[in-house]
Nanobody, 118 residues
């Protein structure tokens, strides 16, 4: 079973950038759909991005044109480049995975905190 671990969160000023990493072990990610969710305090969990096995990328409207997802199957890592960060991007960010045949994400990381504040 795949295990995933996020890193790269932290405190950044509005307008700044961060790159989150999601390192997988136990299985190669090349056959998995990879994605990111986030959850702000008092809010519901929000899907923000996914990348398919061929590399098709999708984004929530709230992050489109600011965030970029990518995958490095050889290194078993998925990235989320976050630019032009806003205070409303403050949340715990979770990496997720699922097999292509599954409708729901099966594996969740523990999350990494992103705080956007001046």
């Amino acid at each position: 079973q795949v295990r995933i671990l996020e890193s790269g969160g932290g405190l950044v000023q509005p307008g700044g950038s961060l790159r989150l990493s999601c390192a997988a072990s136990g299985s190669n990610i090349s056959s998995l759909v990879m994605g990111w969710y986030r959850q702000a305090p008092g809010e519901q969990r929000e899907w923000i991005s996914a990348i398919s096995t061929p590399g098709t990328k999708n984004y929530a409207d709230s992050v489109k044109h600011r965030f970029a997802i990518s995958r490095d199957n050889a290194r078993n890592i998925v990235y989320l480049q976050m630019n032009d960060l806003k205070p409303e991007d403050t949340a715990v960010y979770y990496c997720v995975t699922r097999r292509q045949t599954m409708a729901q994400y099966e594996c969740w990381g523990q999350g990494t905190q992103v705080t956007v504040s001046s």
